[in-house]
């Protein structure tokens, strides 16, 4: 991640902006009722927002970075903040990472919930405004749209979405770099029906509306054989599948590691009317530098096809839900400050954990681990007058329970 060290800093004065960057205010940590001399400064570049971390050393120096719960898809963008605040703030350089690169421009990226509203058509009250991407299309030309999760090198999304002009391929992949070489190599093959998400799917798929896909690919994924908690791939996804392919939609598995795929085929058997084809060793147009070396060595490549069969017990609505605050309880800035706790709350599907209490002159900030155990999101919550995220949880139903959890503790009964 881009960083730099310094000896000193000048007095942190917000708002303030500069060539383009938003510098709107700082929180600085509180540690057992003390102030720590860490800072969190909310930032924003075009359309990015996200907060940089300015940490004290113990020996007076400043270690100043993007912070990681809300580093940008788009890191180029975070270059030109922590560059400009460098230029404006700090004194005596030690070392230094950024780049003073030109941001580089993602048409093709969009955030997760935009990515959502998107395809539900729920952006301007019609299908997305493709004209302000491309120029030409709109989501109506498509005849279909294809999800590919944990795209990788991406050869095989952009291979299909090149000879399939008239399907529009979705791109999701957790690791922020290949998001941003992705939605390069797709604009230099000049693609016009390609989308791109930075995004963990086990929290994405819930934003979807159902029916959605006709087809979802899932090549090669971390079998996480030792650590099974962290498969993408697990009964609730299963279920999501069902609800977001279309009726007779497939999802396509391709995996090298048999363990992993002999656990993912009974996953789907637990499926009324599971309807599935294996498939060994199955030849594709397409072949990446990762299954070209696999089969160098005489691995078999194990195919798994799942027809979705829609099945009432199964269905279920992609849910609105509120992620407002009451009015905070009396007393509860003063609670925070004099006897702040790093508790962990568990219950059976989610939980809420309070990880570090900053303040600033337009609130306090609370920073919230919360949701899925599994599949955890971390939160900022800015307290005054109102509580509210300064950046929203994912919609999925775990965040959801963790949220009322929030509300119970924070807020006026």
Known sequence: ???????????????????????????????????????LVLTAFENSAFFISISKKANGEYVVKGDKNTKPT??????????TFKQNYAFDIISDTTSNKTPAKMPLVLEPERLANVLNGNENGHGFDFPALFGIWNLEYFKEIRLEIGFGSASHLLYRAKEMPNVLFVGVEIYRPGVAKASKMANEMGLKNVLFTNADIRQLSEMFKNDLFS?????????????????????????????????????????????????????????????LRIIKDRQLEIVSKYEARWREQDKDIYDMIYICDKNTDLLHKCQNFDFSFNSPKEGLKDEL???????????????????????????????????????????YLLINKRINYIFAPPATKANAKAHEKLKEILCKQ
């Not at 960057?21 to 720590?36: Q, V, W």
């Not at 788009?74 to 560059?83: F, I, P, Q, R, V």
Request: proline fraction near 5%.
């Open 1 to 39: 991640m881009p960083n730099f060290v310094c000896k000193k800093l000048s007095k942190l004065e917000f708002p303030a902006s500069i060539n383009g960057c938003e510098f709107r205010s700082s929180f600085e940590e509180l540690r057992d009722g003390k102030n720590t001399g860490n800072f």
């Open 74 to 83: 788009n890191t180029s963008h975070l270059h030109m903040a922590l560059n």
């Open 215 to 275: 087809l979802v690919y899932m090549h090669f994924p971390v079998p996480w054989n030792e650590s099974r908690g962290r498969r993408a791939l697990n009964k609730n996804f299963v279920q999501e599948l069902n609800r977001i392919l279309i009726q007779n939609g497939e999802f396509e598995l391709r995996s090298d590691d048999k363990e992993f795929f002999k656990d993912s085929v009974e996953l789907f058997m637990q499926l009324p009317n599971a309807n």
């Open 337 to 379: 400050k004099s006897n702040f706790n790093t508790a962990t709350l568990k219950f059976d599907d989610f939980f809420v954990h309070f990880l570090s209490l900053h303040i600033g002159p337009t609130g306090l900030l609370l920073k919230v681990s919360m949701g899925d155990f599994y599949a955890p999101c971390n939160v």
